[in-house]
């Protein structure tokens, strides 16, 4: 198989993950944070060790300010839910994932003003229509994706946080489709929010993900719960990380993802991304030969991560990714990926687009093997 869908979740994992998970659940089987004996402490190690360790891959100066979530999912409903108040206003885009969608629609709906700027045709946001919307009227939130999980296309984000700051609001992250893949310096980017998961480009388990809160803000919790400390208190403690972890961990997954860390800290986020991006020019350069082949969005190997959406005359994306399957073993994703917004934008709405995802451990001849399977169906239209 070659798959190219780690858009979705990657594939392989890192190496490690899956021994180290085995050894949590023998080992290490206690419940962090709860209990005194050796292995709830040694959970506790495990849980701590992957915090520090996310902690050096965000540049976040503060382990304690990064929140263990299910997924990026669940990060972005604690940041949006615990910040926005009825009345106050959030600007997004018209490219994002239903992840930040169907909250703000929910927010909507009790009462926050949601504001979305449009995207040029490939997907691009263009940092001037933000301003314009800032200008309009205070928002409190700029809530956006790092990269979009159907173009690639990746967002000027210390510029974007910078524009936030200049009025007044906060930048939420949604870097799902970027942790792992890109350098990421929380500091330096000068981030509020950002909202990961930790099956994607982390190379880690489903179930994992976290949300890292910039010091001074302070979230109300989207979950109440035992944290382990401060038990007499009715409240949730004040303290982060666990005002935002009601309940036990996911210490298994935790386990996985701090292994999946060790390999990328060993490997360098540098090194992961140049090789997707010599990756992505092949791919975009060979895609471009292929006639009735059209590229939806940006095209460009250094502002874009190694997801291109692809469609193709004659096919139908359903069938198109239904065959490539089949026929010559290559794993895609059809339909609208979750962003239907985006498909609007980019014309590709209601009947999506092909999604090729390259990742980590994508090699150059398997692109190679794409290509000609797609030129290959070129010149056999269904
Ligand atoms: C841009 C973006 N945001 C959020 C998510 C949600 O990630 P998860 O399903 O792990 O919560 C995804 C997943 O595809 C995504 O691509």
Redesign the pocket.
């Known amino acids: 198989m070659i798959y190219l869908d780690n858009?979705?979740t990657s594939y392989p994992k890192a190496p490690g993950v899956a021994a180290a998970m085995v050894n949590a659940l023998t080992q290490a089987g206690g419940n962090p944070g709860r209990s005194g004996h050796a292995m709830a402490v040694a959970a506790q190690g495990v849980v701590d060790a992957t915090r520090r360790r996310l902690a050096a891959l965000l540049g976040a100066p503060d382990p304690a300010r990064i929140a263990f979530t299910c997924?990026?999912?669940?990060a972005?409903n604690q940041a949006l839910f615990g910040l926005l108040r009825p009345s106050e206003r959030v600007i997004t885009s018209r490219m994002e994932?239903n992840?930040?969608a169907r909250p703000l629609a929910e927010l909507a709906g009790r009462g926050v003003a949601v504001d979305s700027v449009a995207a040029a045709p490939d997907g691009s946001i263009d940092l001037d229509d933000l301003a314009r919307a800032l200008r309009v009227s205070p928002a409190r939130l700029v809530a956006m994706?790092h990269a979009s999980?159907v173009t690639g296309c990746i967002l000027p984000a210390r510029e974007v946080a910078q524009l936030a700051h200049r009025h007044g609001a906060l930048l939420l992250l949604?870097a799902?489709?970027t942790a792992g893949v890109l350098p990421l310096d929380v500091a330096e980017m000068e981030i509020d929010l950002l909202a990961l998961?930790g099956?994607k480009g982390l190379l880690g388990p489903p179930g994992t993900?976290a949300l890292y809160v910039a010091s001074g803000i302070k979230l109300t919790p989207s979950r109440f719960g035992g944290t382990g400390i401060q038990s007499e208190d009715e409240q949730m403690p004040e303290e982060l990380p666990e005002r935002l972890e009601a309940g036990t961990l996911n210490s298994v997954g935790l386990a996985g993802l701090g292994a999946a860390l060790r390999f990328l800290s060993e490997r360098g986020v540098a090194a992961v991304r140049a090789h997707e991006m010599a990756l992505t020019g092949r791919l975009l350069a060979g895609l471009k030969d292929i006639p009735g082949l059209c590229i939806h969005g940006i095209a460009d190997p250094v502002r874009q991560v190694a997801t291109v959406s692809i469609s193709l005359r004659g096919w139908e994306p359903i069938d198109l990714a239904a065959v490539l399957d089949s026929s010559f073993g290559i794993a895609v994703r059809a339909g609208l990926h979750?962003a239907p917004a985006a498909h609007r934008t980019l014309g590709t709405f209601p009947s999506g687009t092909v999604r090729l995802s390259a990742g980590c451990f994508t090699t150059e001849d398997e692109i190679e093997q794409t290509l000609r399977a797609l030129d290959q169906l070129a010149q056999t239209p269904t």
């Open positions: 858009a979705a997924n990026a999912t669940d972005i994932h992840a930040l994706a999980n949604d799902a489709q998961t099956h993900g979750c």
